[in-house]
């Protein structure tokens, strides 16, 4: 009888990364987690998982994650740091940039099959069409921190790829879904708005996909993808006005009338990145990076993803929104937030 394939999976307890791992625990795999909270872990996945517990950036992390990637046959790379404004820079670099490269080089030595590095399908940019895979900028944004920082990321894989190891980028547009606990700056816009905290909107083209789909798609990255190459993995193209809509008639309350000039935003922006460095204050939701992001039309076309993985979404958008708006009702209300149809398997 075969041996179940064996993957690695940094980042498991965050959103996309739950997910990931419990499809495939699904799916019969041997599952290793690369995670800062054990107790967590354990609490996501039972004993159905091999908890493995370290920090990228602490001393003798190498040894860690080199132990960590010894006999599996795929990483999944999705452990990072997320959050926006100038004064995480450092904090951002080392852990996305500088932590990449150490799990890259680790995974070579262990002689990993496949790496699958999860990115972000933000600092991808178009003029006047639909964004593509092809899409990547030859610099990172100015005064960017987050996007600078998986630029970098990126910069490490495509190297590595390069050289020979079999590295591919898997890049998410805008994520929902249950078990969004950070949140997402989707995720926190649902939040926002049913707590009546949405009193305006911007001109702003999202992409957005269940958080189920991500995960699948990270799996078909794996089984599929080129080396070298980056996969998509979006759904539906919506301006932002038309996804709260969708939250507001999910959930009775208004949608935001008022709309916000972006000179305002950009002002409130660059004024609470000049308050974080200068004073260590200022709001991760409105800096200049998340100013910048609000007059993006962030529209794809995925037939490239499709096509060459032989994979599309499944779940209808308006399901998954409406498993995130359950689960952050429930949050809200102090209620055990539950996960539908994502309760890893007993251990064997």
Not at 191 to 218: H, K, Q, W, Y
Not at 231 to 240: A, D, M, P, R, T
Not at 275 to 284: I, T
């Amino acid at each position: 009888m075969a041996a179940s394939p064996s993957h690695l999976v940094t980042g498991a307890t965050g959103f996309i990364g739950r997910h990931l791992v419990w499809q495939l625990l699904r799916s019969g795999a041997t599952v290793r987690v690369l995670c800062r909270s054990a107790q967590k872990a354990q609490r996501l996945f039972g004993d159905a998982v091999e908890i493995h517990e370290g920090d990228l950036n602490e001393p003798g992390a190498g040894d860690r994650i080199h132990t960590a990637c010894r006999g599996m046959g795929t990483v999944f790379h999705l452990a990072g740091l997320y959050c926006f404004g100038w004064r995480h820079r450092a904090s951002l670099w080392r852990t996305n940039a500088e932590g990449t490269r150490r799990i890259l080089q680790s995974a070579r030595q262990a002689g990993v099959d496949r790496f699958v590095h999860c990115s972000t399908a933000g600092i991808l940019a178009a003029q006047g069409r639909l964004i593509t895979g092809r899409d990547r900028p030859t610099r990172p944004p100015l005064g960017c921190a987050y996007k600078i920082s998986k630029w970098h990321a990126e910069e490490e894989v495509l190297r590595a790829a390069a050289s020979g190891q079999p590295a591919v980028i898997a890049s998410p547009t805008a994520p929902i879904g249950a078990g969004d606990e950070r949140p997402t700056p989707t995720g926190q816009m649902i939040r926002d708005l049913m707590l009546g905290r949405f009193p305006g909107c911007t001109r702003t083209g999202l992409n957005l996909i269940s958080v189920e789909d991500v995960a699948s798609g990270l799996i078909q990255v794996a089984a599929r993808g080129r080396p070298g190459r980056r996969y998509v993995l979006g759904h539906e193209n919506l301006w932002l006005e038309d996804f709260l809509s969708r939250v507001a008639l999910r959930t009775g309350r208004p949608a935001p009338r008022a709309w916000i000039p972006f000179a305002w935003v950009a002002a409130a922006g660059i004024l609470n990145d000049a308050a974080g460095v200068l004073a260590g204050a200022g709001s991760d939701r409105i800096c200049w990076e998340t100013a910048y992001f609000s007059r993006q039309r962030q529209f794809f076309d995925l037939r490239e993803t499709t096509e060459e993985l032989d994979w599309s979404p499944q779940k209808r958008l308006d399901d998954a929104l409406g498993e995130a708006i359950t689960w952050f009702a429930q949050r809200i209300t102090g209620e055990e937030p539950s996960h539908p149809g994502c309760r890893a398997p007993a251990a064997p």
